[in-house]
C-alpha cells in the first residue's frame, strides 16, 4: 500500500523553526521525484520545494529561499523540510508529493501556524 505520511507541523512564534518530515511507503522512493507544497485558507495550492531523485537538485519559490531547505534520506524513505525564520504568512498545510512517470501520490498534509 502507497503512503506518504508527514509529520512534524504545530504552532510556533514568529521567527521559530519546524522540521516536517515526509515517510514514504508502498513504492520505490529514490526513483521519485519529491515536492512540498502547502494550502492556506483563501489562497491557491503552492509549490515550495522540490527535490530530484537522487537530492542532487533542488528548487524554492521565492518566498521561502534562504528560510527553507529540502533534504531527503533515501536509505530511510523520507523526506524533509526544514523551515527557519518562520512568518505568519507561512501558515498553511503543508502537503508532500512524489512523481515518477505518471505515479503521482500525495500525503494526508500536516498543519504548520504561525502565529504569537
Not at 60 to 87: C, E, H, P, W
Request: with cysteine.
Amino acid at each position: 500500500q502507497v503512503q506518504l505520511v508527514e509529520s512534524g507541523g504545530g504552532l510556533v512564534q514568529p521567527g521559530g523553526s519546524l522540521r516536517l518530515a515526509c515517510a514514504a511507503s508502498g513504492f520505490t522512493f529514490n526513483r521519485y521525484g519529491i515536492t512540498w507544497h502547502r494550502h492556506a485558507p483563501g489562497k491557491e495550492r503552492e509549490l515550495v520545494a522540490s527535490s530530484t531523485y537522487t537530492g542532487g537538485s533542488t528548487n524554492y519559490v521565492d518566498s521561502v529561499k534562504g528560510r527553507f531547505t529540502i533534504s531527503r534520506d533515501n536509505a530511510k524513505n523520507t523526506v524533509y523540510l526544514q523551515m527557519n525564520s518562520l512568518k505568519p504568512e507561512d501558515t498553511a498545510v503543508y502537503y508532500c508529493n512524489a512523481v515518477w512517470w505518471t505515479n503521482n501520490y500525495w500525503g494526508q498534509g500536516t498543519q504548520v501556524t504561525v502565529s504569537s
